[in-house]
């Protein structure tokens, strides 16, 4: 039964007295940890969107960087979240490390990143992966899977090895306004710290409730 279901979280704590300053400083942290996990995809993160109806809308991508502006993944500007995000560039992250018993959860606005690097990027991608963005109208309704099979065999045969970045396909950037921590204890008592970023990019640190 489902609802039978249930797990105790103990490996490891989250205290204020070892957490870093900075949100982004604990987010690297998690990260490397994560990265050196048993974690099947420890790179994958719930980016969440809201379109004109405030209806919100979820799914995965793959964080390609991380530095100091914050959080950086690539997609198909003309694809429903990027749609979503012209309307409304708030958004949320999420990672869920699972067999490090941690949740992130990010909130931040979200822009995207230079040409430059957007080209950069997608030069060191393999060259399947580069057809692959090019044949696919990310997000639109077609009429079978022959169509896009059909497309990517065309473009190989037009481009060869040599495929520009197409205009429509980029990186995106998320600046976080605020990360919380989780991480599981024994009878749900789990430590959640939140960081919110403050004016001079300081960031306020606060124990939640679980
Ligand atoms: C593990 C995994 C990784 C993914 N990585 C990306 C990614 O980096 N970029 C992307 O645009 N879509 C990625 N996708 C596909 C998205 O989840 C989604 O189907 C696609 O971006 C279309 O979303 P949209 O119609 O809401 O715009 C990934 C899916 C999975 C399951």
Do not use: C
Request: glycine share 4%; hydrophobic share 35%.
């Amino acid at each position: 039964m489902l609802r039978d279901i249930r797990k105790q979280y103990a490996i490891a704590n989250l205290n204020e007295d070892e957490a870093e300053k900075s949100a982004l400083s604990q987010f690297k942290k998690w990260l490397d940890d994560a990265l050196q996990s048993a974690e099947l995809e420890p790179t994958a993160m719930i980016i969440s969107t809201v379109d004109a109806s405030m209806q919100p809308h979820a799914r995965v991508v793959l964080l390609k960087e991380f530095d100091s502006r914050g959080l950086v993944f690539y997609s198909n500007y003309n694809s429903h979240k990027g749609k979503q995000i012209e309307t409304n560039p708030k958004v949320s992250a999420l990672f869920l490390w699972q067999s490090l018993e941690r949740q992130v959860r990010i909130t931040g606005s979200i822009e995207k990143i230079s040409e430059d690097e957007s080209i950069a990027y997608f030069k060191s991608r393999p060259l399947d992966s580069q057809l692959g963005a090019y044949a696919s109208p990310q997000s639109e309704v077609i009429a079978n899977k022959a169509f896009l099979e059909k497309r990517f065999e065309t473009i190989k045969l037009q481009f060869g090895s040599n495929i520009q970045k197409p205009e429509h396909w980029g990186g995106y950037l998320i600046r976080p306004q605020s990360i919380e921590f989780w991480q599981g204890r024994p009878n749900r008592l789990h430590d959640r710290l939140f960081y919110s970023r403050l004016a001079d990019d300081t960031w306020k640190i606060e124990r939640l409730a679980p």
